[in-house]
């Protein structure tokens, strides 16, 4: 089981975006036994309440509440790019829905998936769920001062609890089924992990200027450049790496990656090249980057096979979860055609 502190350092993740909640790298989690919890309502626990319960459309014949679409519809928003987007074009309202039903569809697809396997918490677990959503009742001064937190952030009680339930249980739990109890879904054995790893995998080396959670980039692209200009002009990739780059991770090595593990403006940069090849300036939402790719060697992926399984077992995972989402059929309902972009990214909640 998760300690409450290694299970609060995702909260923040949750609520910043929804989308990439579930990784290929990373044991996050993901979705509901029916008899156990409904995304429309929760069956109760610390912290607990519904704002609004209509339902706005059915994923696979299943209800999506008000406050589950409005939660996702947010974090869809900032995930888009939040105020920076003219939201008075339709064309970016209608990328913020399909942003919002792919979100939503993965979720229900975790859902049909540890209902297939039988995915369910134990009251050990619930109550480590309660002494989380505490934790953060105390931090916020008491119940008043949480509902507000949550309001903040456009998520009902019951909305924030399941989202805990899903990305740090019934993941981690289907995970663990799938990777070790049932071989025909995930097989893990060598030849299987090597086959993928030769067929979706790539290595590649970077040189990373962060520009997370600055306003103005124009300096880190000045110097981003002048690192461009050093490779232009002769110098060793590590070397200009050594003098500009933020990465934490040996440049000569660099790291082995899963196609769809990494951003998909670094994904794309390093497939796009030819070995030992280096990328023009590249942005992302993370900074800036200078992309080179590097060969996979044989002796690496042998010594560190046992990781590597790790990482293409998430990766097929994730596929698999992409096409049960892909088959859920998606119905709005009536209510959805009466709300709006402001009142679906505002603080209000309609009763």
């Known amino acids: 089981m998760l300690s409450n502190t290694a299970a609060k350092k995702g909260i923040k993740r949750i609520l910043s975006g929804v989308r990439r909640a579930i990784t290929l790298a990373v044991l996050s989690v993901a979705v509901l036994s029916v008899t156990v919890l409904s995304l429309t309502g929760c069956s109760g626990g610390v912290g607990a309440y519904n704002i609004n319960t209509r339902t706005v459309m ?7 509440s008000y406050d589950i679409y409005k939660h996702f519809y947010y974090a869809g928003m900032t995930q888009l790019g939040g105020e920076s987007v003219d939201w008075t074009k339709q064309e970016n309202l209608d990328d913020l829905k399909l942003e919002v039903e792919a979100g939503l569809k993965r979720i229900y697809a975790l859902k049909l998936l540890c209902d297939k396997y039988g995915i369910e918490l134990t009251s050990d677990d619930r109550k480590e769920v309660d002494a989380i959503i505490q934790d953060y009742i105390d931090e916020q001064d008491g119940e008043s001062g949480y509902r507000l937190w949550l309001s903040e952030n456009r998520i009902s009680g019951n ?6 339930e899903r990305v740090y249980y019934y993941d981690v739990y289907l995970r663990e089924l799938l990777f070790t109890g049932f071989d025909d879904v995930i097989k893990m054995d060598d030849a299987t992990v090597k086959k993928d790893i030769e067929e979706n995998f790539y290595r590649y080396t970077q040189i990373y200027i962060s520009c997370e959670d600055e306003d103005d980039y124009s300096e880190y692209r000045k110097d981003i450049e002048a690192a461009l200009e050093e490779l232009k002009a002769g110098k060793e990739f590590s070397e200009v790496a050594r003098e500009y780059s933020d990465w934490m991770v040996n440049v000569e090595l660099g790291v082995y990656c899963a196609k769809g593990q990494k951003l998909p403006e670094i994904e794309e940069a390093a497939l796009a090249l030819g070995m030992g090849e ?14 080179m790719r590097l060969p996979m060697e044989d002796s690496y992926i042998e010594e560190n096979l046992d990781d590597l399984g790790y990482v293409s077992a998430n990766r097929r995972y994730n596929v698999l979860l992409d096409e049960t989402a892909a088959g859920l059929a998606v119905e709005y309902s009536e209510y959805y055609n009466t709300l709006t972009f402001e009142q679906l990214i505002s603080l209000e909640y309609p009763k």
Do not use: D, L
């Not at 909305?159 to 805990?164: C, G, P, V």
């Open 58 to 64: 059915t994923i696979g014949g299943q209800k999506v």
């Open 159 to 164: 909305a924030f609890r399941e989202q805990i």
């Open 278 to 291: 280096y990328s023009g300036v590249v942005e992302s939402s993370e900074g800036y980057h200078i992309i």
